[in-house]
């Protein structure tokens, strides 16, 4: 059997995955607040 | 015939491990999490102890980049350093000399964090803090790890600037600005780094020579490495008070930073008295030790002070900086 048929190589794989995974849905969250927080006072005070 | 079979194993081992791919701890160990640790520390104290109070998700968002930043500079330190590190007792069970991760994915790693992070700051914050970030990583991986590491003694006192900038860093991304007074803040930690490494180089002196890196016990000799610990400790001890004659700490961080600066020499001074045998070994380890205490508990004072209001917060300014 391959190295990378074996299942450490899959959990090793999978692992890396879902660290992907949640590093980039954090900086999703992350972008969003910071954006929230950027506009917040110029978006509530503009002028039409 | 036992060694070579059980460096054999070893090899094999390593390249089992490097066909597997790594896990996601030897990622996170390429980052140098204590290192990352003490950068985010001095950071955070230079964002606080500016005049302008920077939003908290900012402050956090900025820290965040900081410290990814710090890691990507460690990532490629090691992917440069690697062949060293496989020979030095302190470093050989690093990611890439145990064959846990590849070069080409440490270099890459390093390389996309490195672009994140700059980019992250000078999007969520300001482009001056993302500046200084990129210069610092720069100036580790370019300037400390390609070229003086391995060429000169002073490699660790010119090199030494880049783990200074985190306060300045992390007052810029609060101030959009640098003065006079975060760079008191640098030059305490530039001249706190040489006594910090030598320390440790003088009980690792045997590792640095066998990889023919020229720290400064391996080339100028224990005797003119103690003298020179001792020389850089008298300058830190007084400097390490200077914030608080330029409006940055209070009576609280007075007296802490003329304690440890004391403390300080002390150590120094028996690491540049014993110098034979055990007791040699062993002052140079304890001046190791405090000094990474006396860092953090410097920039852990100026932070509380600063936070919390603690002592009355700063003193009138001697000096406007």
Redesign the interface.
């Known amino acids: 059997m391959d ?2 048929d ?1 299942d ?2 899959k959990r ?2 999978r ?2 995955s879902v ?1 992907i995974a949640w590093a980039l849905a954090a ?1 999703v969250v ?2 969003f ?2 954006t929230l ?2 506009l917040g006072g110029n978006v509530a005070d503009r002028t039409f | 015939m036992a060694d070579i079979s059980q460096s054999q194993a070893q090899s094999y081992d390593a390249a089992l491990d490097a066909t597997l791919g790594g896990d996601v701890g030897d990622y996170l160990a390429l980052l140098k999490p204590r290192v990352m640790f003490l950068v985010v520390f001095t950071g955070l104290a230079g964002m606080v102890a500016a005049p302008e109070a920077i939003h908290p998700v900012l402050a956090i968002a900025a820290l965040l980049c900081i410290a990814v930043g710090s890691g990507a500079a460690g990532a490629l330190n090691m992917w440069y350093d690697a062949d060293i590190d496989a020979r030095m007792t302190r470093t050989a069970s690093r990611p890439i000399p145990r064959g846990r991760v590849e070069h080409s994915e440490a270099v890459a790693f390093g390389i996309v964090l490195s672009i994140g992070a700059v980019m992250c700051l000078g999007l969520m914050v300001n482009w001056l803090s993302a500046a200084l970030l990129a210069g610092t990583i720069g100036f580790y991986v370019g300037i400390y790890t390609m070229w003086l590491k391995r060429s000169t003694p002073q490699n660790i006192v010119i090199g030494g600037a880049a783990g200074a900038m985190p306060p300045v860093i992390g007052w810029a991304a609060a101030t959009d600005s640098v003065t006079l007074a975060p760079i008191v803040l640098f030059l305490i930690i530039f001249i706190w780094t040489p006594p910090h490494f030598w320390a440790l180089a003088l009980y690792r002196s045997g590792d640095y020579a066998r990889v023919g890196v020229p720290m400064m016990p391996v080339v100028a000799g224990e005797a003119a490495t103690r003298r020179q610990i001792l020389i850089y400790s008298l300058i830190l001890a007084p400097l390490g008070c200077v914030p608080a004659f330029i409006g940055l700490g209070g009576v609280f961080y007075l007296a802490a930073s003329a304690v440890l600066g004391a403390l300080f020499v002390v150590f120094a001074v028996r690491c540049w008295r014993e110098r034979e045998g055990d007791t040699s070994y062993r002052a140079s380890k304890q001046l190791f030790a405090y000094s990474v205490l006396y860092l953090f508990l410097l920039f852990a004072v100026l932070l509380v002070e600063h936070a919390f209001g603690i002592g009355g917060g700063p003193l009138p300014p001697l000096w406007t900086v």
Request: charged residues 40%.
């Open positions: 190295d990378v074996s450490e190589f090793r794989r692992r890396r660290a900086l992350l972008f607040i910071v927080v950027r």
